[in-house]
């Protein structure tokens, strides 16, 4: 899968390094027994509208049955990006991962000790998959052309995993 997306050896490397945490957090959130749920599947805030206290999800073209981490992982992933440090919201609240994740899991009812970085990056690597599934032989109307999610999810993930930043 990684040699088929322009990978290089190094970033093949990296990414199989990640492995062994990964699985571990897999075996964690597997022993929570929890059943697949419908997804948004591009949970972050850019597809939410707010008006009159009333907030409405759209884009729901990735929407499937999966583990209802990967929606919360992605959110966080999206929000804890570096490059969003700037706004308000996460200049005022830097611990806003850990509180999100947090008030998620209290609403939900659920007791793990898996932090909001292994929901994260167990997301970034669901959605690498997903998107590999969906456009490894994916033929459009550029020859030639695909679209670049999953390395850019490979890309996100290896730098997450590396260094706990998503940059």
């Not at 167990?122 to 969906?134: E, S």
């Amino acid at each position: 899968m990684l040699a088929h997306w322009g990978l290089t050896g190094e970033q093949q490397a990296q990414v199989q390094n990640l492995l062994p945490g990964l699985l571990d957090v897999h075996a964690q959130v597997s022993a929570l027994r929890l059943p697949e749920c419908a997804c948004h599947g591009d949970f972050h805030p850019n597809n939410a509208l707010v008006q009159d206290e009333q907030v409405r999800l759209f884009d729901w073209s990735e929407a499937c049955n999966a583990h209802p981490f990967s929606d919360i992982g992605w959110f966080l992933a999206f929000i804890m990006h570096p490059m969003r440090r700037g706004l308000k919201l996460c200049q005022e609240h830097p611990d806003l991962g850990e509180v999100l994740w947090e008030l998620y899991l209290l609403e939900s009812g659920l007791r793990t000790d898996l932090s909001w970085q292994d929901a994260a990056l167990l997301a970034l690597f669901h959605r690498a998959v997903v998107y590999d599934a969906k456009y490894r032989h994916w033929t459009g109307t550029l020859p030639g052309f695909i679209p670049q999610y999953t390395p850019y999810y490979l890309k996100m993930a290896r730098r997450f995993g590396q260094s706990g930043d998503l940059a």
